[in-house]
């Protein structure tokens, strides 16, 4: 089965991490900060928090903007179920805004009402996030202007967007947003294993995130209540979690990150050879903002339904018996049985609802063979024809 996305692990790669392995630190060495400036210096951050997810890098984020109960975070709905999770662990109340049908993130319209009939009631969120679904941004600057207006903190859902720019500012500049946030699971743009990074240019926001991924503890005797006991003191300032990533994954990011270029670019020139080799299928093909340089963490394709005999279900099935490993990302959050309790209804969110009906990504990842990648055209045709 070809995947929809995977990982490539090259010789420096097991090199680096095999180095580590010999070294004095597997944990809490030097090769940690050495990723994080690495990739906060790529994007033009001026802090990188490493943590051993993307959901730990958002769970952090929250906390660190002071997501709690009684509080409210929006995110988009279709997205991986983490975006929402993350205000739950912080006890606040989700909810979400529908996309938009062209490049099927955040819609900034929708999102615009609904601040307005949220500002009638006393409702705003604190905290939004926008996520940039298969690597292209959202409109960060209509959203931040709305941000300066209605008063919300931004998180960047950046996990598939490594590598993208908006507008000529790479993502995780965080020049439109308070955070941003990378995941480096093996389906991503690079990868840790697991992993993931908190961005961010606040100093303050970077010292709490710091803090909270190894259970706020301390052991700088400017940040302590009273003058330490002694040599061995350390003290636990709030409650936080361990969170943090190992040498070992941190050596194998900074040896992949040399690549993240490279990646992408190829990424790029295998979403053309889809562009030009299915464009006559009914199907409509990735919209691509021309302020955008999308990551191209996914290749998604919607079914345009009505002139195609099998169903959304059955192409799938179909391709997956032709050994292509389409997948779909993602089924709406407020559809989860976790979140459909909580009171959403699917009628509020057409536009979520009807891409579900439609969407699948197709295999893509930077050395997805020429081969390979013919072998996902054919399957097309044959069962779009
Ligand atoms: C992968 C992903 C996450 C979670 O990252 P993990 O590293 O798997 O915890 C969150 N949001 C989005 C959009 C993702 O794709």
């Given at each position: 089965m070809?995947?929809?996305?995977?990982?490539e692990?090259?010789p420096?790669?097991?090199?680096a991490?095999?180095?580590?392995?010999?070294?004095?630190f597997?944990?809490?060495?030097p090769?940690?900060?050495k990723?994080?400036k690495?990739?906060?210096?790529?994007?033009?951050?001026?802090?990188?928090?490493?943590?051993n997810?993307?959901t730990?890098a958002?769970?952090?984020?929250?906390?660190?903007?002071g997501?709690?109960?009684n509080?409210?975070?929006?995110?988009s709905?279709?997205?991986f179920?983490?975006?929402?999770n993350?205000a739950?662990?912080?006890?606040?109340?989700?909810d979400?805004?529908?996309?938009?049908?062209?490049?099927y993130n955040?819609?900034v319209?929708?999102?615009?009402?609904k601040?307005?009939?949220?500002?009638a009631c006393?409702c705003?969120?604190k905290?939004?996030?926008?996520?940039?679904?298969s690597?292209?941004?959202?409109?960060?600057?209509?959203?931040?202007r709305?941000?300066?207006?209605?008063?919300?903190a931004?998180?960047?859902d950046a996990?598939?967007a490594?590598g993208?720019?908006?507008?000529?500012e790479?993502i995780?500049s965080?020049?439109y947003?308070d955070?941003?946030?990378?995941?480096f699971?093996?389906?991503k743009?690079?990868?840790?294993?697991?992993?993931?990074m908190a961005l961010?240019?606040?100093k303050?926001?970077?010292?709490?995130?710091?803090?909270?991924?190894t259970?706020?503890?301390?052991?700088?005797p400017a940040?302590?209540?009273?003058v330490?006991d002694?040599?061995?003191?350390?003290?636990?300032l709030d409650?936080?979690y361990?969170?943090?990533m190992?040498?070992?994954?941190?050596?194998?990011?900074v040896s992949q990150?040399?690549r993240?270029?490279?990646?992408?670019e190829?990424?790029?020139?295998l979403?053309?050879r889809y562009?030009s080799s299915l464009?006559?299928?009914?199907l409509?093909?990735?919209?691509q903002d021309?302020?955008?340089y999308s990551?191209?963490?996914?290749y998604?394709?919607r079914?345009?339904l009505?002139k195609?005999s099998f169903?959304?279900k059955?192409v799938?099935?179909?391709?997956?018996?032709?050994?292509?490993?389409?997948n779909?990302?993602y089924?709406?959050v407020?559809r989860?049985p976790?979140?459909?309790i909580?009171?959403?209804?699917?009628?509020?969110?057409?536009?979520s609802?009807?891409?579900y009906q439609?969407?699948?990504?197709?295999p893509?990842?930077h050395?997805?063979?020429k081969?390979?990648?013919d072998?996902v055209?054919?399957?097309?045709?044959?069962?779009l024809k």
């Open positions: 070809i995947p929809y996305g995977r990982q692990i090259t420096s790669d097991i090199e991490v095999v180095d580590v392995l010999k070294s004095d597997l944990t809490q060495g090769a940690v900060p990723f994080e690495a990739v906060a210096s790529y994007c033009g951050a001026m802090y990188g928090i490493a943590v997810s993307g730990s958002l769970h952090i984020a929250c906390m660190a903007l997501v709690g109960k509080d409210l975070v929006w995110t709905p279709v997205t179920v983490a975006s929402a993350c739950r662990f912080c006890g606040a109340d989700i979400f805004v529908d996309i938009d049908p062209k490049t955040m819609s319209s929708a999102l615009e009402s601040l307005k009939v949220a500002a006393n705003l969120p905290v939004v996030i926008p996520v940039h679904l690597g292209q941004s959202c409109d960060m600057l209509s959203i931040r709305l941000a300066d207006q209605y008063g919300f931004i998180i960047e996990c598939h490594l993208a720019r908006f507008r000529e790479k995780g965080c020049k947003s955070i941003t946030v990378f995941s699971h093996p389906v743009i690079i990868t840790t294993a697991e992993g993931g961010t240019n606040q303050e926001l970077a010292e709490k995130m710091d803090l909270y991924r259970h706020a503890i301390t052991k700088d940040r302590m209540t009273h330490p002694g040599p061995w003191y350390y003290q636990q409650l936080g361990n969170y943090r190992t040498e070992i994954q941190a050596a194998l990011g990150l040399t993240l270029d490279e990646v992408v190829k990424r790029h020139v979403a053309d562009n464009d006559n299928l009914p409509t093909l990735p919209y021309a302020n955008n990551a191209y963490h996914l998604i394709i079914l345009n009505e195609i169903t959304h059955q799938f099935e179909e391709l997956h018996s032709d050994g292509v490993g389409v779909l990302h089924i709406p407020y989860q976790y979140y459909s909580l009171g959403f209804k699917s009628e509020d969110f057409p536009e609802e009807k891409y439609e969407a699948i990504s197709i893509l990842y050395h997805l063979s081969e390979d990648q072998r055209i054919t399957s097309l045709r044959r069962i």
